[in-house]
T-cell receptor, first 114, second 113 residues
Framework: DAKTTQPPSMDCAEGRAANLPCNHS???????VYWYRQIHSQGPQYIIH???NNETNEMASLIITEDRKSSTLILPHATLRDTAVYYC???????????????FGQGTTLQVKP | NAGVTQTPKFRILKIGQSMTLQCTQD?????MYWYRQDPGMGLKLIYY???????DKGEVPNGYNVSRSTTEDFPLRLELAAPSQTSVYFC????????????FGPGTRLLVL
């Protein structure tokens, strides 16, 4: 299983870009990296996922290093409503295969400040 | 389109009691999951299902049972509640096993006293 490592907390000023780092040095070649967030105690919300290439959607951008050992989630213009716990998630491995089951860590608590 | 719904929202159980947490999705997803989340921690997979009639254990299945008789419903059963099962329980569903979004329900908060 790709164990992911994230800083426990980060602050960001409202309107600025939030850059959330994640280390996943044990990731396998065909293993996805997913990002979810959890606002208060609500159910986690999908943000984005990637394999090798950088990805962008309406919520965020995901930058994956060429060696795939780390990635950065970018929220381009953070708002107060982006305050949440952000999870960088790897997949469970079974033998030489990736099962698709998400392995949650403790995430990064992002506080967006006015 | 309600997505994933869970009932109840909150429940207090006495040690040894039983209960069923309900989960329903209306997106016609084959894959469904049950997670638990302890305070300050990430989610841990309890059970999952790849389709009606097929279920399998996740990381922390002890003390729980599941069934999947329809595509829409995936109930989680606690037979003999213990204080260690005090947690928030989330149900999720997805269209495929890998590379697809998991859609989560709002959660059930369970307190066992």
């Amino acid at each position: 299983d790709a164990k992911t490592t994230q800083p426990p907390s980060m602050d960001c000023a409202e309107g600025r870009a939030a850059n959330l780092p994640c280390n996943h040095s044990t990731i396998s070649g065909n293993e996805y990296v997913y990002w979810y967030r959890q606002i208060h105690s609500q159910g986690p919300q999908y943000i984005i996922h990637g394999l090798k290439n950088n990805e962008t959607n309406e919520m965020a951008s995901l930058i994956i290093t060429e060696d795939r050992k780390s990635s950065t989630l970018i929220l381009p213009h953070a708002t107060l409503r982006d305050t949440a716990v952000y999870y960088c998630i790897g997949e469970e491995r079974y033998g030489s295969s990736n099962t698709g089951k998400l392995i949650f860590g403790q995430g990064t608590t992002l506080q967006v400040k006015p | 389109n309600a997505g994933v719904t869970q009932t109840p929202k909150f429940r207090i159980l006495k040690i040894g009691q039983s209960m069923t947490l309900q989960c329903t999705q209306d997106m016609n997803h084959n894959y469904m999951y049950w997670y638990r989340q302890d305070p300050g921690m990430g989610l841990k997979l309890i059970y999952y299902s790849v389709g009606a009639g097929i279920t399998d254990k996740g990381e922390v299945p002890n003390g729980y049972n599941v069934s999947r008789s329809t595509t829409e419903d995936f109930p989680l059963r606690l037979e003999l509640a213990a204080p260690s099962q005090t947690s928030v329980y989330f149900c999720a569903s997805s269209l495929a096993e890998r590379g697809e979004t998991q859609y989560f329900g709002p959660g059930t908060r369970l307190l066992v006293l």
